[in-house]
């Protein structure tokens, strides 16, 4: 866990475009871990290729969620409706992540099959598929608070462009 955090802090210092492909990236791998052990397939060890793990191109709806404040404190209604606004858009990216990662657990076991070592679920602890399944919640509410990136506040490019 620490070298995935290393690594994620890597990718925020660089900007925070870098961070939300990271991610993501990070989500997509997790639903295709998933996708193999909820049906019993072997699960794909190796370098999973960058360009079929981007949502930006096949996920449309991954920047269209809002903030919302999610304390237990008393809420009005227009908080409940916010919320169950968020969970709905939450449930609905976890779907797409879940369309996503089988469309590429698919390519990855034909046209890149010898890219990968290949694993029976079962060699893993049963925990495996909860945790997976925690850490890209996680992951996701995150990318939920984040809202759109928006390049005129990522110091490292504008440094760049000056």
Same mark, same amino acid.
């Not at 999973?48 to 096949?58: G, K, P």
């Not at 759109?148 to 490019?157: N, S």
């Given at each position: 866990?620490?070298f ?7 990718r ?6 870098a961070f939300i ?7 997509l791998?997790?639903?295709? #871990?998933?996708?193999?052990? @909820?049906n019993g ?5 190796? +370098?999973?290729?960058?360009?079929? &793990? ?11 969620l809002?903030i ?8 009005t ?14 449930n ?8 996503r990662?089988?469309e590429?657990?698919?390519? #990855?076991?034909?046209?890149? @099959?010898?890219?990968?070592?290949w694993?029976?679920? +079962?060699?893993?602890?049963k925990? &495996? ?19 759109e ?6 110091q490292?490019l504008?440094?760049l462009?000056?």
């Amino acid at each position: 866990m620490g070298f995935c955090r290393t690594n994620l802090f890597k990718r925020l210092e660089s900007s925070g475009i870098a961070f939300i492909q990271s991610l993501e990236r990070h989500i997509l791998r997790n639903y295709i #871990y998933l996708h193999a052990i @909820e049906n019993g397939e072997d699960i794909p060890i190796g +370098t999973q290729d960058a360009e079929l &793990l981007d949502t930006r191109n096949s996920d449309e709806d991954s920047d269209s969620l809002s903030i919302f404040n999610l304390d237990a404190e008393a809420q009005t209604d227009e908080d409940l409706e916010d919320e169950l606004s968020l969970i709905s858009a939450i449930n609905q990216r976890e779907t797409a992540y879940r369309q996503r990662a089988s469309e590429v657990y698919e390519l #990855y076991r034909t046209k890149f @099959e010898n890219r990968f070592r290949w694993l029976r679920p +079962t060699l893993f602890k049963k925990q &495996l598929k909860q945790n997976l399944l925690s850490d890209a919640r996680a992951l996701i509410g995150i990318l939920s608070g984040c809202g759109e990136w928006d390049a005129t506040h990522d110091q490292t490019l504008n440094e760049l462009v000056q």
